[in-house]
Structure formats: C-alpha cells, structure tokens
C-alpha cells in the first residue's frame, strides 16, 4: 500500500507583491525540496492588490503545481485575508508566511521538525530586525510591554504571524469570526503547545512596505481592545481619582476661603482645572467609543470577507480522493 505524505500548507497574504513573487517561489521551492516526505500547497490570498499580483499567480500557478490562490473581491486588510485562508487550509499543518521574504522561508524544516516532536504551534521570534528604524524597534517593543501589562493571556513579544499551526490549531482559528481582528492575539488566547525559535529578521526582497504609522497605530489600538477590557478599568480608576482630588481641593479653598479669609483664585486656574478635566471626559469617551465601534461593527453580522475567485488543485485532487474511498 502506498504511504500518502502528510500535507502542509504554507499561507501567504499578498497585496501588491508583483515584484518579490519569483524570489519568494524560488526560495519555497528549494526548501520544499528538501523534504520529499512531504506534500505542499502554496496558498496565496491576494487581498484586493492593484498591480499584477493576481495575474502572476495564475501565470504561476501553470507552471507550479503546489500554487492555490484565492481573490478577495477588494481589499479587506491583512488580518481578515489571514482568516480566508484559515478557511481554505487543505493541510494537515499549515505555516504562514510573509510574502515579502523578512520571514526566511529556510526555518520551515525546523518548524516541522519540532511540529513533528508534538508542538502544536511552533512560532518565529525575532533575535533581530534589519531594516527598521530605532524608532520603529523602540515603539514596537514599548508596545508589546504595555500589551503584556494590560492582556489577560501570555503575549509572544516580538513576534509575528510566521508560525506553523497544527490542524487543531486552525480550526480554533477557524471559529472566531470577528470582524475586526488581531491575529497575534489570538494565536496567544487559543493555547495548545508551543514552542519558540529565534531568527534574524532579514529586510525586504523587493518592493515597499505595506504599512505606515497611522496603520501600526490603528493595529496597536486594535490589540490592546481585542485583548483586554484595561483601557475601560484605567478611564474609571482615572475619574475616580480626580474625583477624589477635586473633592479634596475644594475642601481646600473652602476652609482656606472660611477660616483665613483668602480670596477665591480667580479665572486662569478655574479655566485650567475646566480644560484639564475636559480633555480627560474626552479621552474616556474616545476609550468607550473605541469598544462601542467595535460591538456596533460585530452587530451587523455581514460576512468578514468575500471571495471573488479561488483554486486549489490540492482541494480538488482531496475531493477525487474523497470519491474513490466513498
């Protein structure tokens, strides 16, 4: 009888990647080549690219068979593109992977390795990262502090979305459907076993970077809310707090104003202590509408995601399989 190689499935986002593809196929190709004992699908989710992202990949997908891609009908963002191809998964594992090569392609023999030991989730973290500014290095690591703090589960600091996941994995992936996601969150809340490894970030192949500040920015909000109630607790312990001295200040000008007969200070220090607990009423609101949106967003249930376009000669020769034993 004729052993069947266990199916992996390495899972790249894309957009707007025309120019790293051939690198990155290159690259997959000699690393999967050596390990003949397993079967590999290439799964591309093209997220709503402009150039000729999705072109390529069917010109490709002629030429290597292990290509699968699926087309968003527009673009809906890296993590939700994450969570079509969590519902696309053919394999037994799945690994993924930045299009843009930082993530080296040649860790993944290592990640089977420890996979194969019994780790359900074997993660990359980052020893270093070439490429990025120190300002970039220091706000990401300041975050990542403060997330820790404030999350109610262990967080992977410095890390990202390259990691193998056994098919336990992925299916719990599979069932938390939110709108608005953070992924490295809940590679965190779903558990399972998990092992580290250390690599050194490399910069870009080829092209430019998807994202900017005000994207980072609008990310980091999104982990800290999806993760953690704390920024709702700290508005409250905070207008407790000021409460409390407001209280005590005019306890203050009270008996100052009653037994010492001092005036009342006058407009520039009402108009201060007016401005100072305004800003912190808007903060707080600011906080509470952050975790409105995101209830209002999750009440209209539309789905996450639309997909315009898929293929999968992997998915296809399964269901043949499927067939013949039924």
């Given at each position: 009888m004729k052993n069947i190689n266990k199916l992996i499935t390495?899972?790249?986002?894309?957009?707007?990647?025309?120019?790293?593809?051939?690198?990155?196929?290159?690259?997959?190709?000699?690393?999967?080549?050596?390990?003949?004992?397993?079967?590999?699908?290439?799964l591309f989710v093209n997220d709503g690219?402009?150039?000729?992202?999705?072109?390529?990949?069917?010109?490709?997908?002629?030429?290597?068979?292990?290509?699968?891609?699926?087309?968003?009908?527009?673009n809906f963002g890296k993590e939700v593109a994450m969570l079509a191809g969590f519902d696309h998964v053919n394999g037994d594992a799945?690994?993924?992977i930045d299009a843009d090569l930082q993530d080296p392609p040649e860790l993944i023999p290592q990640m089977i390795y420890y996979w194969e030991k019994g780790y359900d989730d074997?993660?990359?973290?980052?020893?270093?990262?070439?490429?990025e500014t120190w300002f970039k290095k220091w706000s990401s690591n300041s975050y990542y502090k403060i997330l820790e703090k404030v999350s109610n589960i262990p967080i992977q600091n410095n890390t990202g979305d390259f990691r193998l996941l056994d098919r336990k994995c992925i299916e719990a992936l599979?069932?938390?459907?939110?709108?608005?996601?953070?992924?490295?969150?809940?590679?965190?809340w779903i558990g399972f076993n998990k092992k580290e490894l250390l690599f050194d970030r490399e910069p870009r192949a080829a092209g430019t970077t998807k994202w900017n500040?005000?994207?980072?920015?609008?990310?980091?909000v999104e982990g800290i809310t999806s993760s953690s109630v704390a920024p709702l607790r700290i508005s409250s312990f905070l207008g407790i707090i000021i409460s409390a001295c407001a209280l005590l200040f005019m306890?203050?000008?009270?008996?100052?104003?009653?037994?010492?007969g001092n005036p009342v200070p006058g407009y520039p220090s009402l108009m201060t202590v007016i401005l100072f607990l305004g800003g912190i009423q808007l903060?707080?609101?600011?906080?509470?509408?952050?975790?409105?949106?995101?209830?209002?967003?999750?009440?209209?249930?539309?789905?996450?995601?639309?997909?315009?376009?898929?293929?999968?000669?992997v998915a296809l020769r399964k269901n043949k399989q499927y067939e013949n034993v039924h």
């Open positions: 390495i899972l790249i986002p894309a957009y707007n990647e025309e120019e790293v593809l051939p690198a990155l196929l290159k690259r997959l190709k000699d690393v999967t080549a050596e390990l003949p004992k397993y079967d590999f699908e290439f690219s402009s150039d000729r992202t999705l072109e390529m990949l069917k010109e490709l997908s002629l030429v290597y068979e292990e290509i699968s891609y699926i087309n968003l009908s527009r799945m690994i993924v074997v993660f990359a973290k980052r020893n270093t990262r070439a490429g599979k069932q938390m459907r939110e709108s608005q996601r953070y992924t490295k969150g809940m590679f965190s500040y005000s994207k980072l920015f609008n990310l980091a306890l203050f000008i009270f008996v100052r104003t009653l037994v010492f903060v707080s609101l600011g906080i509470i509408g952050e975790y409105l949106g995101k209830i209002f967003n999750e009440t209209k249930e539309r789905p996450v995601y639309l997909v315009s376009e898929y293929y999968s000669p």
